[in-house]
Each structure stands twice: as C-alpha cells, then as structure tokens.
C-alpha cells in the first residue's frame, strides 16, 4: 500500500490571516481604553471654565485700554453749567419742573441746584470737586465755612473766563457762575447789602408791629407795613414792601400746626394764591428746621413771578405762617428769619 502524500497548508495565506486578525484585536482594545478615559462631561466643564476666562480677560483689556477722551464723553454735566461735571449719585432738584420758565430762567442765568441721594456730606462734595475742577482748567481760590465774617459760605474757583460757587443748602448741591472778582472775595459784596438792614435798624427810627399781632420785630421806616385779612379764620396777613423797589415780602397764616402734613398746607397757600388767569405751583421743596421745629423752605410759581418761602410756626396761637419774598437777597429777609418772635417769645 502506498503512503498517502501529505498535504502542505499554505503558510503565506495561515500567518496573514492570523496577523489581520491581531491588529483588529489591538485596535479594538485601543479604541475602548480611549473611551474609558475620555468623560465627555470633563470635556464641556473644562471649556467652559476656559470661554468663561478668556471673556473676563477680553472685558479687562477692553476696560483698560479706553482713552480720556472715551471717559470724558460718559461724565455728565450739571445743567445749566455746562464744563462742571455732577456730583455722583446727585439728581437735578428740578426735574420735575424742566418746562416751568422760571426754572428754564434759573439754568438760563448760570445756576443749578442738585439734591445728594446717597449718603454723601458736603466735604466729600467738595473733595469730589476738587479732584475733577483742577483737571479741567478751575482754580479753587476759597473755601468759606459757614458762619465767617464778610464772606458767603462756599467753595470757590475761577479760570480764565469766570468764577463759580458751590455750597449746600440741605442736602443738596446749589451751583453758581459768578465773576472772578466775586469768586476771589467770597461774596463780600452780598455781604454788604446784608450789612444795610442792620445800619437802618441801627437808628431809632424803626417800626413795631400792632400790640396785638401774633408776631413781633421792627421794621426800618423804609419798608411800608401793610395788614389783610387772610382766607383762615380771618388771622391777618402782614406785608413788608421796600419803598424804594416796590419788592415785597409777606407772613401770611394758612391753618393750625399739625392739621395737615406742611407740603398740603404750602398747597393750599398756592391754591390762594392762584386768583383769576395768574395761577402759582410749587416748584420745590426741602426739609429744614426753625425755631427748632420741622420745617419746609422752597420755591413756589407763577408765569410772571417766583417767591422763596420759608414755614414758620407761631408758639402763641400754634398757627402755620407761610414767610414769602419776591427777591432773597432783600436783606430784612433774612434779618426776619433770624430776628422774629411769636408775640411774648422771651427775647
């Protein structure tokens, strides 16, 4: 019998398939070893993170790169002084009024007046000032404090063209163009006017007002004294008109003290005012005291004419007085505020 002829399987075709077969088994194992380590979750976190610091970097560089003239055109300026920047945090006094004259008046002559809506003080008013002002062309050449002799209170500057005061009321901000000489002596010149009240009281020739009147001061022979009986509880009215200008200031009474809030009782004044086609608003008002009492000070009305009104509280018959002036700079206008008695007020 014959041997059976051994039959050679193909070694080429055998160690191709078997390699094929390896790299596969490689790769296959390579592929989930990748997707084991890879969290998609850690993926997005991380560029997250990165979006978010690379848009914190940008804005910075943005903030940092923006020139003085980009910041100049964001400030603000006070209305009515056009080259004087506003005190932050500061909101125009009138901005309820814009379209009454004699505020547009007001803006017009080169005055303003904002009210502080922070807590701020009148120092940090006038550092504020005196940190942007030097910039900007302004020399600060005083700084008055209240109650100096031969001065009005405030800081004053000057450039090349005009001088400017700023000072405070209550709480607020008032503003004003005036002119260098002015700026550089304080005011002294209002000063002197204010002086006149107190050379005519100087003399003997003064006035008294009735025994029986609910309030008492002289008044210099050059103001006539004129009385009217008023719309409350026919209480008299008392008028002071300066013979020599014809500007008069009036003590006019308009309820009891405490009936009704005082902003509702300077409303009902200005309601008698407004007679026939001449009708009075009140333009604005702040909080102040007198005598120790609450009290409001402001500005009321009409289309011809504008009045300063201070509340006053009379300690003999509790009656609201309203004290009410064609011109503020009339010096027995403040000579009243600071020299009236209720009648047996001990001197």
Known sequence: MGKRKKVTKDKKVFFKT?????????????????KQKINVRKILFYTTIIG????????????LTHTPDEESIKTETVLGLEDIPIYPNSMFLYHNN????????????????????DRSSFDEVK????????????????????GSEGKKYGQYWVNSEKGLRIYSKFDDIWYEYITIEEARNGLSNRISNEIEIDMLLAGSD???????YPWQIKI???YL??????????????????????????????????????????HDYVEILSTGSEEWNVINTFTTTFRGNSSLSGIISSDTQQRDILILKNGKNFVTYILSTEDKSDPLYQYIIENIKYLGEDS
Do not use: H
Request: net charge neutral; charged share 25%; glycine share 6%.
């Open 18 to 34: 078997k390699g094929s077969s390896l790299k596969r088994s490689r790769n296959k194992r390579r592929v989930q070893g990748l």
């Open 98 to 117: 814009m379209d009454n004259q004699t505020v547009k008046d007001m803006l017009a002559s080169g005055q303003s007046a904002y009210e502080i809506t």
């Open 225 to 266: 004294v004129r009385y009217e009986v008023s719309e409350f509880e026919d209480l008299r009215a008392v008028n002071f008109q300066k013979i020599s200008s014809g500007n008069y200031i009036t003590i006019y009474p308009v309820g009891y003290w405490g009936s009704k809030a005082l902003d509702y009782q300077l």
């Open 220 to 222: 210099p022979k050059e």
């Open 52 to 63: 978010i610091c690379i848009s914190v970097v940008f804005g910075l560089i943005l903030k």
């Open 127 to 146: 550092e504020y000032y005196i940190n942007e002002l030097n910039d900007k062309g302004w020399e600060l050449v005083l700084d008055i404090l209240i």
């Open 206 to 212: 003064n006035q008294e007002l009735l025994p029986d």
